[in-house]
């Protein structure tokens, strides 16, 4: 078709409707970068919420965008966005939480970088408990994408911001002079970049500080300025970060003040770090004896808190947990420690199933639930007094069999 009669053929309306098409076709690739916006602008440098922010929509972004770019071909400045009030920040930024954890805009590089740093971010620091449920429930997915299996620890020396500054300043020189060499990267100019990439590598972050180093470098994912050398290296240095703060949000999550929240982060844990972590929580949602218990010290990795009683959503996630999987197989092992994990677990829901006075009934039945599960579906009810019964019936058989394996296990060892 002759494009030079496209106008004719179309007219005004046409044209205005072909263009109309085109928006909505490109606004559902856009959610990452309107949320990302939206996030960052609700949630303030001083963790608070925003009540007057330069929120963005698929709309307005996609004709600022427009405008800005034809203004920048006329040699104009870009208007910045309009702070206008947002009765309602809580709302926005879970709104928007949700849509950055579905979008698949842009580059995955980009992408994975945005998410970890506002889901990481919201985790730890957003005033809603609502938007920290929703960012903890969504670290899942990123990591098991990356490989994380080791419990966070505590940073006594993160780096603050004045020191995060420097380096980071440090990175933008480097790349600076990079992009300005258009493509022949000088030795100088690659030295300087390597250096300064080294140094952000050492400089040990929490989310405060990892969250802002991706921030800074995420912007060089989606442009063509930086060599692919250069950018892979920024990749592999936001993977870093990326692992170590989700870590600490992880953690977050099951020390949380609200009970939602450290329900989520039970949940999420559990999927990341698997049965160890799972045996851990469950010991924490009834007070240990004073005394030695080979168990808790077997399962003393994640550093987690015992929970409240009145945390009801927290005690029936682990549970639940429980009622899902089974027996986990740490308590089914043919060993000493296997058969005292074994009892351990089941005293503990055993405990919380009869005790009404300390515990909720839907906590109550929600033990009551993975008892039958990990028992075999020997006893389905959610009567406390059958599985009392139950329970006292099963321990001496514990009791007998574990005394049997110390024995065998003690003759063994003195006898190697």
């Known amino acids: 078709m002759d494009t030079r009669h496209m106008g004719g053929l179309l007219g005004p309306k046409g044209l205005l409707w072909l263009g109309v098409g085109t928006l909505t076709f490109l606004a559902g690739c856009r959610t990452a970068t309107v949320a990302t916006q939206n996030l960052d602008a609700v949630l303030g440098s001083s963790d608070r919420f925003e009540y007057t922010a330069a929120t963005t929509g698929v709309w307005t972004d996609l004709v600022s965008s427009s405008v800005g770019a034809l203004k920048s071909l006329g040699r104009s400045r870009a208007v910045a966005p309009e ?33 970890v740093r506002l889901f990481t971010r919201y985790a730890t620091s957003a005033p809603s408990q609502l938007c920290r449920e929703r960012a903890v429930l969504e670290l899942v997915p990123h990591a098991q994408r990356l490989g994380v299996t080791e419990p966070y620890e505590m940073l ?44 952000l590598e050492a400089t040990r972050l929490n989310v405060a500080g990892g969250s802002r180093l991706l ?50 982060g039970m949940t999420s844990n ?15 949602l009834v007070p240990r004896q004073s005394v030695a218990d080979p168990v808790a010290e077997a399962f003393d990795r994640f550093g987690v808190m015992p929970v409240p009683i009145e945390f009801d959503e927290t005690l029936m996630a682990v549970c639940n947990a429980f009622a899902r999987a089974g027996l986990p197989f740490a308590a089914k092992k043919p060993t000493a420690l296997g058969v005292e994990t074994r009892g351990t677990l089941l005293a503990t829901l055993w405990q919380i199933s009869i005790n009404d006075l300390a515990f909720s009934d839907r906590a ?53």
């Open 215 to 264: 921030r800074a470098i995420g912007p060089f994912f989606k442009g063509s300025g930086l060599p692919s050398e250069q950018k892979n290296q920024l990749a592999e240095l936001s993977l870093k970060v990326q692992k170590d703060i989700v870590r600490e949000a992880l953690y977050a999550g099951i020390v949380d003040r609200s009970d939602i929240v450290r329900s989520a």
């Open 364 to 416: 109550r039945h929600a033990a009551m639930r993975a008892l039958n599960t990990m028992s075999g579906s020997q006893l389905d009810t959610l009567r406390s007094e059958e599985w009392d019964t139950w329970f006292r019936g099963v321990a001496p058989a514990l009791e007998k069999e574990l005394e049997t394996l110390k024995r065998a296990e003690a003759e063994a060892a003195t006898n190697a």
């Open 83 to 115: 702070e206008k009030a947002v009765p309602n920040p809580s709302k926005v930024a879970l709104k928007n939480l949700i849509e950055l954890a579905t979008s698949d805009e842009g580059p995955e590089d980009w992408l994975h970088n945005e998410q």
């Open 156 to 199: 006594e020396d993160a780096a603050n911001q004045s020191e995060l500054r420097q380096v980071l300043e440090g990175l933008v020189d480097a790349t600076r002079r990079i992009v300005a060499e258009r493509g022949q990267v000088s030795d100088t100019a690659r030295a300087d970049f390597d250096a300064a990439v080294s140094v």
């Open 270 to 284: 559990i999927a990341v770090y698997g049965e160890d972590f799972a045996i851990e929580a469950l010991l924490s």
